[in-house]
């Protein structure tokens, strides 16, 4: 079973920067897309960034272009989330979420989650 943990979440001020990881294991991490999203209170669960299991493409939603960052080291199981210049209005709860298929191609089907980890942005 795979199994993702989120962490490096907490209270920033605006203009600040954090930098997410997450951690697989019990799986082929090498062989997995990966992505980030996130849920602000009352809304949806939004898109952020994804990176191909090999690393070598990488997708943003059009807020996280140029401020966000996704990487991963298949080393160390473990995929990114750079992000600067944070805005109150980032202020959510950030997902890790995993696509199993053995080297998928874009657009990915993410069916394995993380916790999450809450980032707060103060202004």
């Known amino acids: 079973q795979v199994h993702l943990l989120e962490s490096g979440g907490g209270l920033v001020q605006a203009g600040g920067s954090l930098r997410l990881s997450c951690a697989v294991s019990g799986g082929t991490f090498s062989s997995y897309a990966m992505g980030w999203y996130r849920q602000a209170p009352g809304k949806e669960r939004d898109f952020i960034a994804a990176?191909?299991?090999?690393?070598?493409?990488?997708y943003y939603a059009d807020f996280a272009k140029g401020r966000f960052t996704i990487s991963r080291d298949n080393a160390k199981n473990t995929v990114y989330l750079q992000m600067n210049a944070l805005k109150p209005d980032d202020t959510a709860v950030y997902y890790c979420a995993a696509d199993l298929r053995t080297t998928p191609v874009w657009p990915f089907s993410f069916d394995s989650w993380g916790q999450g980890t809450q980032v707060i942005v103060s202004s």
């Open positions: 990176i191909s299991w090999g690393g070598t493409q990488t």
